[in-house]
């Protein structure tokens, strides 16, 4: 089950971005957010959804193939805030890898522009969000790499090449196959036999 909290849109319109959005992530923290639920900002609407079993071991995976292709001490973040442009998203990516020598700003945030790889395994009340918004504020932030998992279907979306807001190449590989790559910022092939359904 996912949450909804819609935000007074008159008060947003009086504030910048990042200042609403330590201000929302403020009152969250002061509020009683079930353990086991990721909680995000998209364009302004706060989403709480659990975290499901299947989801979590398809996010252990994606993280496991990052460790083996760059060793223990890659930079990877997962269900952390990081601001994104657009209009109030504060995300929580499923894995983002940021790049080497990456640090947080002064905010104690990871920065958007040291990202090179997001996955965001599908959940079906959020859904709408990662294949929207949350791709036009990745594809904006020059994401390089961004992968969508859909246990639902059994299938992964790949987007590389992000120019004006959207992703120039969408490629779909089915559960089972390689998601190759090797040509991308990420320079890894990651297996998905054994992703699970839902």
Request: charged share 30%; with cysteine; glycine share 8%.
């Amino acid at each position: 089950m996912v949450t909804v909290v819609e935000t007074d849109r008159i008060e947003m319109a009086e504030s910048d971005n990042e200042h609403t959005l330590d201000a929302m992530f403020d009152a969250l923290e002061r509020m009683p957010v079930p353990e086991g639920y990721k909680v995000e900002i998209v364009e302004g609407t706060v989403f709480m959804s659990p975290q499901r079993h299947v989801h979590w071991q398809i996010i252990r995976r994606i993280v496991r193939a990052l460790e083996d292709a760059f060793g223990l001490d890659v930079l990877v973040a997962s269900d952390e805030r990081i601001d994104f442009p657009g209009h109030l998203n504060g995300l929580a990516p499923d894995v983002a890898k940021l790049r080497d020598g990456a640090e947080h700003n002064a905010r104690r945030l990871w920065s958007c522009e040291d990202v090179e790889f997001v996955a965001e395994v599908i959940s079906r009340d959020t859904a709408r969000n990662d294949y929207g918004p949350k791709k036009t504020a990745y594809a904006n932030a020059e994401v390089p790499v961004y992968l969508i998992v859909d246990p639902y279907v059994g299938r992964c979306h790949v987007h590389t090449q992000p120019k004006g807001g959207d992703y120039l190449v969408e490629t779909t590989v089915a559960f089972g196959a390689d998601v190759d790559l090797t040509g991308t910022d990420v320079g890894l092939t990651l297996g998905t036999g054994e992703f699970p359904r839902d």
